[in-house]
């Protein structure tokens, strides 16, 4: 992870020379904003990656004399058959046609939205105390 928040950090370097050059030649205001955030969001992305690459060992990525094996096995946990991701992709989709459409559908997305958070961040919890 050390490579990755290096190659995000140069590239919010980057990104933020071309905001600045580009912000003088063009005297353009969503161009330049939009360039000023994907900065920040390059700058965050690569500073988590760095904070967490810290904190965990080493993986295969940072070692220049690993083969392409030494990665292999379990990434992680994936929820094989969530609903949650629908939910909060139909209440997206509402949110920003309320913004073309009008704001009054925001009061029919904002629901689907919260129930489809609430139900992906609580899927797996099943209590404090609760005996299988």
């Known amino acids: ?17 071309m905001a600045i050059v580009y912000g003088v030649w063009s005297k353009e205001a969503a161009g330049t904003t939009a360039l000023f955030m994907a900065f920040g969001l390059c700058i965050m992305i690569g500073f988590y990656l760095g904070f967490t690459a810290s904190r965990v060992d080493a993986g295969a990525q940072d070692n220049k004399e690993a083969d392409v094996a030494d990665d292999a096995g379990e990434i992680g946990f994936f929820s094989p058959h969530s609903w949650q991701p629908l939910a909060l992709g139909v209440g997206g989709a509402l949110a920003f046609l309320g913004v073309a459409v009008g704001w009054w559908l925001l009061y029919f997305a904002a629901p689907i939205i919260l129930i489809g958070l609430f139900g992906w961040v609580f899927e797996y919890y099943h209590g404090e105390n609760r005996t299988q």
């Open 1 to 17: 992870m050390k490579i990755q928040g290096r190659m995000f950090v140069w590239l919010a370097v980057f990104v933020l020379a």
